[in-house]
């Protein structure tokens, strides 16, 4: 109830922020005169319908737009403010956020203690470079490893190099397995990456070539020699699929883009003991699903050593929207890397690993873990009672803890924008899935308030 309030709310009082937004921003609000009979009546039936041609909103689309390579198709609201498990967009219209960025912000948006921190280290030392030493570079790296360890996870976790994305802690690990592999095999046989089918690792142009999608890779072909792809959780594949070969076999225990597909533990116990047989360096990429998401640190911490990775990979919540990204290895592939072999600018600058320092220290914290799975469990009830309602619409459910992917028998495009104009931002992974990657703090109320809303766009989609 409380949500429905204050969407009204936050609805009734669009003007007045409108013109305070325009104010300071000089972008023009939408007149009365020329919105037409047609948009005031689905206007009023929605919460938040999406912002209309003559809106401030779409002003500032058509100034911006053109500016900007059109590398992503963006629904019509603009958001200018977060606040915990909400957006608000320029029309001062209120968002529960079911995507927390896309798995980023775990902690909530514009949580007060990282925001003060953010003003304390940028007053401080924002930046001085990896030529130096700083307090907060190490702090972090040391940080992940104790956690790790503590996790039950990568038992053996060693040393961090510390960057700035996803892509490039994938990047860093790629060729950290390559190094690793030249020295145990100068010969230079010991080159393949092995991915699975619906992984995503990220856009440049190794982690690409370790992302065998089509959609991705073909507009920017040829790929990295020496990958090649395997099916997730296809066991009996493992033996010609893992090599001699191979240097190096990434792996995400869920995968997220990929439309939120668990590996099973069977699997990753097998693919660690294929690696280990051959010489390849395994490297799991927890880039979405860690840190948490899981209800445990590393969403592979449950597993016995022998299936732990030799490299793992972080980024997205690590910073809650400040931009970090980090790769732990263990010492077998440390001590193949020499200064001078890798490096970044602006990675493990002073301000991003302060504010992860904390961050990592509250996404640990095991009441928060527990909480994770008992929201989890509020998303599950939720799903159960939308199969029962919308019978066949629903295939499946998959996924662990808050990273949870509904399979429709559908596409969810409809229903992403029904439940955007009814106050619900969801996303979508693979196909025709939604995903549920909310933060980690949402209240279960909040998540209640959200299923409840995802109900009503599914029945308005199916008038
Ligand atoms: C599992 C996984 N790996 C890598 C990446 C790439 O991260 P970034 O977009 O920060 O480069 C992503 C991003 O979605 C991801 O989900």
Request: net charge neutral.
């Amino acid at each position: 109830m409380a949500f429905r309030a204050s969407l009204r709310l936050a609805t009734t009082a669009r003007p007045a922020a409108a013109r305070l937004f325009s104010q300071a921003t000089s972008v023009p609000t939408s007149s009365a005169s020329s919105v037409t009979a047609a948009q005031i009546r689905r206007d009023a039936a929605l919460p938040n319908p999406d912002p209309a041609e003559d809106s401030a909103s779409a002003a500032l689309v058509r100034e911006h737009a053109p500016f900007m390579v059109a590398t992503y198709a963006r629904p019509p609201p603009v958001f200018v403010k977060g606040q915990g498990s909400y957006l608000y967009d320029i029309e001062n219209r209120k968002y529960l956020d079911f995507t927390a960025g896309i798995a980023v912000n775990s902690l909530g948006h514009c949580d007060p203690e990282i925001s003060d921190l953010i003003a304390q280290q940028s007053k401080t030392l924002m930046h001085a470079s990896n030529l130096y030493y700083n307090p907060w570079t190490g702090a972090l790296s040391k940080l992940l490893i104790e956690q790790t360890i503590a996790s039950g996870g990568m038992h053996d976790t060693a040393a961090v190099f510390i960057c700035n994305s996803g892509s490039e802690a994938n990047e860093a690990g790629i060729k950290f397995a390559r190094k690793a592999a030249k020295v145990l095999d100068p010969s230079g046989s010991k080159t393949e990456i092995v991915s699975f089918r619906n992984a995503f690792h990220g856009r440049t142009m190794g982690a690409l070539s370790a992302t065998p999608n089509p959609k991705y890779q073909a507009p920017f072909a040829p790929m990295v020699p020496g990958c090649r792809v395997g099916d997730l959780n296809d066991i009996a594949a493992l033996p010609a699929l893992v090599t001699e070969s191979t240097c190096s076999v990434i792996v995400e225990p869920i995968q997220g883009e990929g439309g939120v597909q668990v590996a099973s533990d069977e699997f990753l116990l097998a693919l660690a003991a294929r690696c280990r047989e051959v010489g390849a360096v395994l490297h799991y990429d927890e880039i979405q699903c860690g840190l948490s998401r899981t209800g445990q640190l590393w969403a592979h911490s449950h597993l016995p050593p022998d299936a732990h990775p030799d490299i793992l990979t972080t980024a997205k919540a690590l910073g809650n929207g400040f931009p970090i990204g980090a790769t732990l290895v263990n010492g077998r592939v440390a001590e193949k890397i020499k200064v001078g072999d890798h490096g970044t600018t602006f990675g493990g600058n002073p301000l991003a690993c302060r504010l992860a320092v904390r961050i990592v220290e509250r996404l640990a914290d095991p009441a928060l873990q527990r909480g994770v799975a008992e929201k989890s469990q509020v998303f599950r009830d939720g799903f159960e009672k939308l199969a029962g309602r919308f019978q066949g619409l629903v295939q499946e459910v998959r996924g662990k803890g808050l990273i949870l992917g509904l399979q429709l028998s559908e596409d969810p495009a409809p229903i992403v924008k029904a439940a955007r104009e009814r106050g619900l931002l969801v996303i979508t992974a693979g196909t025709n899935t939604l995903r549920f990657v909310p933060s980690l703090v949402m209240s279960e109320e909040e998540i209640k308030e959200g299923l409840g809303v995802l109900e009503e766009a599914i029945l308005a989609t199916r008038a």
